[in-house]
């Protein structure tokens, strides 16, 4: 079964400057995560969608960072203007759904890594 | 609401020596708890997960991890350490506290094995 995939795999822009993000999730996979990881830290999550409705954003800078999962299959996240400090590993997961959703493994796309200078 | 601390930022052991990374949690359900790898330049893999059912969970490459709900603990070991475990380890809790199971992870535990 093909993985979750992400592009761009890197990318580097000036702050102040907009970037976005693609993400395809494991086929039949109804829940999608967009996680914001620092180095050295552990992943933050920033959005988490069930199909194409939100299940939380509380962790989303509204004020720059958007995403959106139109027909619940592919999703986007876009930052502008960017910042520095979103200098960052952007991952994508995805993860089947349903009453056991808590349970449910995430599985892992490579990330893009985001340089901003 | 969920939260999980993993105690030790870097764990340092021998190869052939016993490995423990230690996580607590706080939740005030029955949370699921799971541990991830995440090797240099590679994705972040599930080790092992816990769901309410066995409190000893077995997962990948001889790891495995015990629920203490008394403990709030769900520590991760392995009886012989090799080379190829080097990398960093998350631990990770989600529960229904919003409505919705969101996962919270850990900052992170980086393993270090030395020949």
């Known amino acids: 079964e093909a993985g979750v995939a992400q592009s761009p795999r890197y990318k580097i822009i000036e702050k102040r400057q907009s970037v976005a993000f693609w993400c395809n999730p494991i086929?039949?996979?109804?829940?999608l995560y967009w996680y914001q990881q620092i180095l050295g830290q552990g992943p933050k999550l920033l959005i988490q969608?069930?199909?194409?409705?939100?299940?939380?954003d509380s962790q989303l800078p509204k004020d720059r960072f958007s995403a959106e999962r139109l027909k619940g299959v592919d999703s986007t996240l876009k930052i502008q203007p960017a910042k520095l400090e979103d200098s960052a590993v952007y991952l994508c997961?995805?993860?089947?759904?349903?009453?056991?959703?808590?349970?449910?493994?995430?599985?892992f796309g490579p990330g893009t890594r985001l340089t901003v200078t | 609401a969920q939260s999980v601390t993993q105690l030790d930022s870097h764990v340092s052991v021998s190869e052939g020596t016993p490995v423990l990374l230690r996580c607590n949690y706080s939740?005030?359900?029955?949370?699921?708890l799971f541990w991830y790898v995440q090797h240099p330049n590679k994705g972040l893999q599930l080790l092992l997960k816990?769901?309410?059912?066995?409190?000893l969970v077995k997962g990948i490459n001889g790891f495995e991890a015990e629920f203490k709900k008394s403990e709030t603990s769900f520590h991760l070991t392995k009886p012989s350490a090799h080379m190829s475990d080097a990398a960093e380890y998350f631990c990770?809790?989600?529960?229904?506290?919003?409505?919705?199971?969101?996962?919270?992870f850990g900052r992170g535990t980086s393993l270090i094995v030395h020949p």
């Open positions: 997961a995805s993860s089947l759904a349903g009453l056991a959703g808590g349970s449910n493994e995430q599985y």
């Open positions: 086929s039949g996979h109804a829940t």
């Open positions: 969608f069930q199909n194409n409705g939100v299940v939380d």
């Open positions: 939740s005030s359900y029955s949370p699921s």
């Open positions: 816990y769901t309410s059912a066995a409190t």
């Open positions: 990770v809790v989600s529960d229904p506290s919003g409505g919705s199971y969101i996962p919270t």
